[in-house]
Nanobody
């Protein structure tokens, strides 16, 4: 069974920083894209940032220049550095990964989410 576990959420202040981490576990052969999504209360889940296995990235317009996604392929981990936080960044943040297992199944796996609350 493949799992993703996020950490690093919590309370941040406007203008401050937080760093989210996402660890993978299970029978993993390879990981293609890894992404961070978020869902604010009453809103749909949205893509925040994504990174390919080769390191290409893309970001939602709302976080460009403030957030940075990175990954450690040796550790099968992905990170989200969030700087200059804004109250509108308050949401549950979810890690997502496109994974190929050792028995050659292709899975699209979600973490359980970590809450980020930004106070003004």
């Amino acid at each position: 069974q493949v799992q993703l576990v996020e950490s690093g959420g919590g309370l941040g202040q406007a203008g401050g920083s937080l760093r989210l981490s996402c660890a993978t576990s299970g029978s993993i052969l390879s990981i293609n894209s890894m992404s961070w999504y978020r869902q604010a209360p009453g809103k749909q889940r949205e893509l925040v940032a994504a990174i390919t296995s080769g390191g290409s990235t893309n970001y939602a317009d709302s976080v460009k220049g403030r957030f940075t996604i990175s990954r450690d392929n040796a550790k099968n981990m992905v990170y989200l550095q969030m700087n200059n936080l804004k109250p509108e960044d308050t949401a549950v943040y979810y890690c997502n990964a496109a994974i190929v297992t050792r028995d050659y199944r292709s899975l699209y796996v979600w973490g359980q989410g970590t809450l980020v609350t930004v106070s003004s």
